[in-house]
């Protein structure tokens, strides 16, 4: 014998579904289009930053102190300019791994669903950064040519949990960046305003992907665990230290080799990177993803003191 459903029986809904379906109804409500809420013809501020001095990565060594204050405005945003860029490049990588896994999808579930409107918001993004960078006057940096060429063999080869946590860190070291620009009124206001943007429909982003982690951890052998904890650490050590492009620094005439070594060893820089790492890399080792054996990689990201 068997049962049918009642006219008030129903079935339980995957936990899945039920997270995209909530994010879907938050979308809804409230989405940007920067296309039409930022004016992009409006006047540049003289004087603004591009991002708070204090995160810059040269802050407080003689490099920075050789600068004038017009050099050091000018050099923030041209460093401003070289995160969005890095953000975009990594936006498109993110896009093609999510229409990857959609492509295996049930196009009628809300997990899809919600997988293509996130598709959707990163196109904007992707587009308003573009914009902005293109209104500040200043190069499209983008990470290195060899992390560039890395990111096509990232895209094609990186899978399950580990493609999560680099959008996750990817995400969320961005975020926490961007929830202290917004709020300085001594960076540029165009600057300020795409970071609300991003921000708001980003929070979304990050609560999808930490649970695509969580679902996706479920289940793994002994050794698909450990490939996945040696991926997430090269992922992340690559998209970290693509944050700031080495040509920045020429921009103010400052040697690319020089800056970036300076960088590197800047106890000031070394605090933000760890600052801008903290909550990924706290839940990414409560999942399991920062095992002892891979410590020195994410300690090599500055994402991990």
């Known amino acids: 014998m068997t049962a049918t459903l009642g006219p008030t029986d129903t079935v339980a809904e995957p936990a899945a579904d039920a997270l995209a379906r909530r994010l879907l109804r938050s979308s809804a409500r409230q989405s940007y289009d920067p296309e039409v809420d930022i004016d992009w013809e409006a006047p540049l501020e003289e004087g603004m930053w591009g991002m708070p001095p204090e995160r810059l990565s040269l802050y407080g060594t003689p490099l920075w102190d050789r600068l004038s204050e017009d050099q050091q405005i000018t050099y923030s945003v041209h460093e401003t300019a070289s995160v969005a860029s890095v953000g975009l490049w990594f936006e498109l990588l993110l896009m093609q791994m999510m229409l990857r896994d959609a492509y295996d999808d049930d196009p009628t579930t809300a997990h899809m669903h919600y997988a293509l409107t996130e598709v959707a918001d990163e196109c904007r993004h992707s587009t308003m950064f573009g914009k902005a960078i293109a209104r500040m006057g ?74 695509e982690v969580q679902r996706r951890m479920a289940g793994l052998s002994g050794v698909q665990l450990r490939v996945q904890q040696v991926l997430a650490a090269q992922t992340c050590f690559l998209v970290a230290r693509a944050l700031v492009n080495p040509a920045v620094y020429a921009g103010v005439g400052i040697d690319p080799r020089e800056g970036r070594r300076t960088a590197l060893a800047n106890p000031h820089y070394r605090a933000t990177m760890r600052w801008m790492g903290e909550k990924p890399v706290a839940f990414l080792r409560e999942q399991g993803l920062v095992p002892p054996h891979q410590e020195r990689v994410w300690r090599g990201s500055l994402l991990l003191g």
């Open 138 to 211: 200043v190069p499209a940096y983008g990470p290195q040519r060899a992390i560039h060429r890395l990111g096509r063999l990232f895209n094609m080869t990186v899978r399950g949990p580990a493609s999560y946590a680099s959008i996750l860190v990817a995400e969320e070291t961005l975020d926490t960046w961007q929830r202290e620009l917004l709020r300085d009124d001594r960076v540029q206001p165009l600057v300020r305003m795409v970071s609300r943007i991003h921000v708001l429909e980003e929070a979304r982003h990050m609560t999808f992907a930490r649970e």
